[in-house]
Structures are given as structure tokens and as C-alpha cells.
């Protein structure tokens, strides 16, 4: 066993070594590696479905403890040209708002199941992203992929995740609510993409939230990332124009890597007319992911929100404390405590939160 | 790499102290803001109306706080604004984007209305809201949602609130659905097109419209008229509904104002707005859209 898994993480690191686009799953474990969204996930921009040297990694490297025999065979793939994968996220949670009773519960977050059709290798493939449940089936994303995503300029059209800043597994994430762009917001268009080297870029056309009821316009978005081994840093900007107002959204974010702590930065800023009287919003988010050991991490996070730069005295605060264990292949449990800090006058914005997530993937 | 890696202690100090002025940035005391952050007004009140079956409780105490945080502005998911400007006209009589044969809010009727639905979590599609509950923040409590639908049973009337802010705009049309960014599914019931302000019925003429089913591509030529009812729900005056006298078949189509219709479009102060563009028969052309029948 132990002679199969010294060849398993010696061909992993292979791998790395040649691919020269490095990757991200949750984007700390890009940063705490140094790859590329793109040598873990089949989207080149994250998230999703992972290759099969996402797979591998997730088996090999990611949990406490290898599992022999089970999965060895496993990676996602049913033929040549079709793989499959998923994620399954329960939890059980217990919210404090002040002057309200706690609410607990169990609840199924989500079930979701992705498969890639390779029609032409390393060309031409089509990519689906399915929300199974909770309640009806979602699409979340679905598009042709031309060209190369490891090296090279490739396209893609349909419904799709836009690409901007970090694609954090917290879609409540301030800088993701403000933006107003995570993994629940996709959008419909055509994305023009290009990964060689150190750089990933893209530009892409699409309906824009803005223009659902109104067809009056288009949202284009762009983003540029520069990765090094130990650092990474990214720029991305989003305009919409529409007839309630365009909307202009600015990100700077990075990632470091100091020993075993992976830390995450973001930076927003949003100029929106489309709110009445138009109004300037901003965001940011401090995350450290420390590996305390191989397949337990400590993730601390800090985030700020300006709801409106010309009005003083309404900013908000989060900071939240979470250990993730990932004892085998295929589970990780999660346990935290969220803390809100908001102007006093408003509950919802002084709430807390301890949350317990039990995390099935394959 | 030598020198890379010596960068190291440096760079942890570095994140250490940016993480504390990262913690150190408090949240604001909310002095001079009312309850949802907005700067307190002569004569306000900085905490919340009690929670009421009526609009402007539900918009101050439910929309406002919870949902608009991101229900808002150009980035608002499925175009549903739902700051006090917007949650009116685009909540009541407006069908859903999800599931178009609902509508959002069904004045009379809270268990066919959308959002009760979404927030109840027995939708027939996406999560329940507001998202993320009860992950990472609380459901609205069932007496909560009851004030909701209480106030839809009521016939969900406007907000004093929000017809202020309106009433100093130019009338406008604020949403047609649908429209031609996606096509529907389905034949749609109606389409309607909503205004900011409450329109004056005597002034419009239920048969001034109609539905042209047009060639495929860009050709303008119409290959069936389609005849269309206009009809003003009395329960919102902002919104107009256009319904086609017979069921729409796959295709690509517009809403055309008849030549020489009497209509005019005016709210109730005797603002009026043309509405539409030109075609090449001089009719106006209020939007286009497309059907997909699904088998």
C-alpha cells in the first residue's frame, strides 16, 4: 500500500511539474500548492467538476487517511470522453439574531452532479453543471467548450459562473454579495479565454442580472491572474449596462503562501446606478488557511462591507472560524462559528451563526 | 528560489499586520441611520415599524434588510429588484422568471403566488430564500411569512413609501416579460408590461394590441397576428397584462401597438410617455420574444 501511494504522489507531482498552467478547488488549496484553477477543475476558471488529476489529489493528498483498494481505480471517468463527479453538502446550523429566538435545523444545502463530454480531446468538449436538490433540478452551468484550456486560447458559449475574483465555496461572502457575482449568479453569453504559462485571462460577453426583464444591454467582464509557486495576484472588472442604471464593479485579489498558512485577499469596489440615486459599495475579505495537519485545516476569515462610501457609520463586519477535517477520500466534516458585526439598530446584521457541514464528493 | 524563499518571515509579518487592521476595521455605530442603514430623514425613526400586513412594514422590516442585500440594483438575480423603488412593480402581477406561469405575487391568492413558495421552500425550482437559510442565515419565520400572506391576501396593495419615490420620476416602462434576452418554454399566459407609476385605465383601449408571429431570421415580415386583450388588474395599475387569444406556438414574435390606436399610455397625473418603436408599417413595436415549445 504504501509502495502504491509513494508512486500515486510521485506521478502527482509529475504532473504538476509538466503541466505549466498550475490550479484551485478551494482556492486556499491553489494558493497552499500553487496551481492554476485549471490543472484541478475541467473549468478552467474553477470550480466543479474535477480532472482526473483533481481527483487524484483529492483521493491521495487532501485526506487524513488513504483509503487502499476501494478507490484506487476511480477518477471520475465512465469512458474515454465522458467523466462524471459531485458534491453532496448537509448540515445542521443554529442562528442567533439578536432579539429573536435561535433557529436550528438539519438541511440538505445542495446535491450537485457534473459530467464532461470530450467530443474532440484537448478541443472541443461540453461541460454541465446540475443542481439535483434541494427542490426541483437547477441548471447551473452548461456550455461548449472550444479550444485548449491548459495552453492557449479557448471559448466557450452557453450558461456559465463569470470569472471574477476568488470562487469561494461561501457564496454569503461579502465580497461575493456585493459584486454580485459567485456560483449562484450564472450568466448566459460567451467567454473568451486564455491560459499559457504563468497568466489566465478572460473576457466575457453575457445578459447581465440586470437585463433579465429588460433585454437592454450586456454585461462584459474581464479578469487577469499572474501565478507564482508561493503568490498569485488578480485583477478583475465588470461592467453592465442597462436601463436602470449601468453597474461597475473593480476587484484586486491575491494569494500567499507563508509555510503552512495559505492566505487569501480581496478587495472590491462597486459603483451601481441602477440603486436609487446610484450608490458607491465596497468589500473586503482577509482569509488564512492554516494545514495543521495533512487533511485538517484551520480557516479564519475576515470580511468588510461598505453598503454606501458617502454614508457614514453603516459599514459591516464578519469574522468566522472554521476547522475543516477531511478524514477519507471523499469526506470532509466542517465545523465553525460565524459572527456578524453590524450597526446596532439592525438584528440581522449582529447575528451568529455555528454551523456543522458533513461534505460528500466524488 | 533562495531569495524567494527568504521572503517568507517577512511576508507573514506583513499578512500578520494587514490581518490586524483587517480585524481592527469595526463595523459602523449606526449613529444618524435608521434601522436598514440609510441616513435618518427629519422626522424618522431609527428602528423598524412594527412588522405589519402591508408593504411598507414588510418592505422596512423583510425586503429591505434581507432581501435587497442582494435583490438590488443592476445585479440582482433574475432582474427581481426588491429595494423600496422596485419590490412593488416588479413583485405584483409579474410573472416569475423561474416558473413563467406564476406570477410573483398573485394579488387574493399567497399559495400561487412565487415568492411565498420560494420562501416556504416548496418551489419547483432553485433554493429556498432568502439564500442561503438556514446555512448561513435564518429562515423567515412562518408568522413572519404570514404577514407576507396576509398582505397578498389583501390584494397586495402598493406602499405609500414607494409611490412617493415614484411620483417624482418621468413615467416610464420598467420591465416587459418576456422579453428578448430568454425565451420561454412555454406559450406564455400573458405578457406584461410594467410602469412606475399607476396608470390612467380610461385612456387605454383593451383591443389596441396585438401578437405577429414573424419569418425565422431577421426578416420583419409577420407570418400570423395573433389578436391580444389588454387588461389593468385593478389590484396593480402599473402593470399591464396582454393576453393572447390563443395559445402561442414555437416562434419568434412581437407586441405591436395598433396604427391608429386610441391608446394613450398616461398615468393618473396626465403624464404620458410614447411607448414602443416604429416598424416599417408605422405601428409601434413594444418588445420581441421568443417561444420554445418543449416536447
Known amino acids: 500500500m504504501i509502495q502504491r501511494l509513494t508512486v500515486a504522489a510521485l506521478m502527482l507531482l509529475i504532473a504538476a511539474l509538466l503541466r505549466t498552467a498550475p490550479a484551485e478547488a478551494e482556492p486556499y488549496l491553489a494558493v497552499m500548492t500553487g496551481y492554476k484553477c485549471n490543472v484541478c477543475h475541467v473549468n478552467p476558471t474553477g470550480g466543479g467538476l474535477r480532472n482526473e488529476f483533481g481527483v487524484t489529489y483529492a483521493k491521495v493528498l487532501l485526506p487524513a487517511e488513504t483509503v487502499d483498494n476501494a478507490l484506487d481505480s476511480w477518477t471520475g471517468k465512465i469512458t474515454d470522453r465522458l467523466q462524471v463527479g459531485g458534491d453532496l453538502r448537509t448540515d445542521w446550523t443554529r442562528d442567533t439574531v439578536p432579539n429573536s429566538p435561535s433557529q436550528q435545523a438539519f438541511a440538505l444545502e445542495q446535491f450537485r452532479v457534473y459530467a464532461n463530454l470530450t467530443l474532440i480531446p484537448d478541443r472541443l468538449g461540453i461541460y454541465v453543471d446540475e443542481q439535483i436538490a434541494p427542490n426541483g433540478s437547477q441548471?447551473?452551468?452548461?456550455?461548449?467548450?472550444?479550444?485548449?484550456?491548459?495552453?492557449?486560447?479557448?471559448?466557450?458559449?452557453?450558461?456559465?459562473?463569470?470569472?471574477f475574483g476568488w470562487r469561494l465555496q461561501d457564496q454569503t461572502a461579502f465580497v461575493r454579495e456585493v459584486t454580485g457575482i459567485s456560483m449562484t449568479t450564472p450568466d448566459k453569453g460567451i467567454e473568451l479565454g486564455y491560459e499559457h504559462a504563468a497568466w489566465s485571462a478572460q473576457f466575457d460577453v453575457t445578459n447581465g442580472a440586470a437585463n433579465a426583464t429588460t433585454g437592454s444591454g450586456y454585461?462584459?467582464?474581464?479578469?487577469?491572474?499572474?501565478?507564482?509557486?508561493?503568490?498569485?495576484?488578480g485583477i478583475a472588472g465588470s461592467?453592465?449596462?442597462?436601463?436602470?442604471?449601468?453597474?461597475?464593479?473593480?476587484?484586486?485579489f491575491a494569494g500567499l503562501k507563508t509555510g503552512p498558512i495559505a492566505w487569501l485577499a480581496e478587495g472590491d469596489l462597486v459603483h451601481d446606478q441602477s440603486l436609487p440615486g446610484g450608490r458607491s459599495l465596497a468589500a473586503g475579505l482577509l482569509e488564512a488557511d492554516w494545514r495543521v495537519l495533512?487533511?485538517?485545516?484551520?480557516?479564519?476569515?475576515?470580511?468588510?462591507?461598505d453598503p454606501d462610501r458617502h454614508v457614514s457609520n453603516d459599514q459591516q463586519t464578519r469574522y468566522s472560524f472554521v476547522y475543516e477535517y477531511t478524514p477519507l477520500p471523499g469526506l470532509q466534516l466542517r465545523a465553525g462559528y460565524r459572527r456578524y458585526f453590524g450597526i446596532p439598530q439592525n438584528n440581522t446584521q449582529n447575528q451568529q451563526l455555528i454551523l456543522m457541514e458533513l461534505h460528500g464528493y466524488f | 528560489m533562495d531569495s524567494a524563499l527568504s521572503l517568507v518571515p517577512l511576508a507573514s509579518r506583513v499578512c500578520v499586520v494587514f490581518a490586524s487592521l483587517v480585524i481592527a476595521a469595526c463595523a459602523g455605530n449606526g449613529e444618524g441611520l435608521d434601522a436598514n442603514g440609510r441616513p435618518l430623514v427629519p422626522g424618522g425613526s431609527a428602528s423598524l415599524p412594527p412588522l405589519s400586513a402591508d408593504l411598507d412594514s414588510i418592505q422596512a422590516n423583510i425586503f429591505t434588510p434581507i432581501c435587497s442585500v442582494c435583490h438590488a440594483g443592476g445585479?440582482?438575480?433574475?432582474?427581481?429588484?426588491?429595494?423600496?423603488?422596485?419590490?412593488?412593480?416588479?413583485?405584483?402581477?409579474?410573472?416569475?422568471?423561474?416558473?413563467?406561469?406564476?406570477?410573483?405575487?398573485?394579488?387574493?391568492?399567497?399559495?400561487?403566488?412565487?415568492?411565498?413558495?420560494?420562501?416556504?421552500?416548496?418551489?419547483?425550482?432553485?433554493?429556498?430564500?432568502?439564500?442561503?437559510?438556514?446555512t448561513t442565515q435564518p429562515c423567515l419565520t412562518t408568522s413572519t411569512i404570514a404577514f407576507i400572506r396576509q398582505w397578498i391576501t389583501d390584494g397586495a396593495q402598493p406602499a405609500a413609501a414607494a409611490a412617493t419615490v415614484h411620483a417624482a420620476a418621468p413615467l416610464a416602462i420598467t420591465s416587459v416579460v418576456p422579453d428578448g434576452v430568454e425565451p420561454v418554454s412555454?406559450?406564455?399566459p400573458q405578457i406584461m408590461i410594467a410602469f412606475n407609476h399607476d396608470l390612467d385605465v380610461t385612456q387605454i383601449d383593451g383591443r389596441s394590441m396585438h401578437i405577429e408571429k414573424l419569418m425565422p431570421g431577421a426578416s420583419p415580415l409577420a407570418t400570423e397576428i395573433v389578436a391580444a386583450r389588454v387588461t389593468i388588474s385593478s389590484a396593480n395599475l402599473r402593470a399591464?397584462?396582454?393576453?393572447?387569444?390563443?395559445?402561442?406556438?414555437?416562434?419568434?414574435?412581437?407586441?405591436?401597438?395598433?396604427?391608429?390606436?386610441?391608446?394613450?399610455?398616461?398615468?393618473?397625473?396626465?403624464?404620458?410617455?410614447?411607448?414602443?418603436?416604429?416598424?416599417?408599417?408605422?405601428?409601434?413595436?413594444?418588445?420581441?420574444?421568443?417561444?420554445?415549445?418543449?416536447?
Open chain 1, 139 to 163: 441548471n447551473e452551468e452548461a456550455y461548449v467548450r472550444y479550444g485548449s484550456t491548459t495552453d492557449g486560447f479557448y471559448m466557450k458559449g452557453g450558461q456559465f459562473y463569470l470569472p
Open chain 2, 240 to 295: 399591464l397584462m396582454v393576453w393572447p387569444s390563443r395559445p402561442l406556438s414555437a416562434g419568434h414574435y412581437r407586441l405591436v401597438i395598433n396604427a391608429g390606436s386610441p391608446s394613450q399610455f398616461s398615468d393618473i397625473a396626465g403624464q404620458s410617455v410614447a411607448v414602443g418603436v416604429p416598424n416599417e408599417l408605422g405601428e409601434s413595436v413594444i418588445s420581441t420574444f421568443d417561444v420554445e415549445v418543449l416536447p
Open chain 2, 186 to 188: 412555454a406559450s406564455p
Open chain 1, 239 to 252: 461592467s453592465t449596462q442597462s436601463n436602470i442604471g449601468d453597474r461597475h464593479v473593480g476587484g484586486l
Open chain 2, 75 to 134: 445585479g440582482a438575480p433574475e432582474g427581481l429588484r426588491l429595494d423600496a423603488a422596485d419590490s412593488f412593480n416588479l413583485l405584483v402581477g409579474v410573472p416569475s422568471t423561474e416558473v413563467p406561469s406564476l406570477l410573483r405575487v398573485k394579488p387574493g391568492d399567497p399559495d400561487n403566488s412565487y415568492i411565498i413558495q420560494k420562501l416556504e421552500n416548496h418551489a419547483a425550482v432553485g433554493a429556498q430564500m432568502p439564500f442561503g437559510c438556514p
Open chain 1, 294 to 305: 495533512k487533511g485538517h485545516n484551520l480557516k479564519l476569515t475576515a470580511e468588510y462591507q
Open chain 1, 219 to 233: 454585461e462584459v467582464t474581464t479578469q487577469v491572474v499572474y501565478t507564482k509557486p508561493i503568490w498569485r495576484v
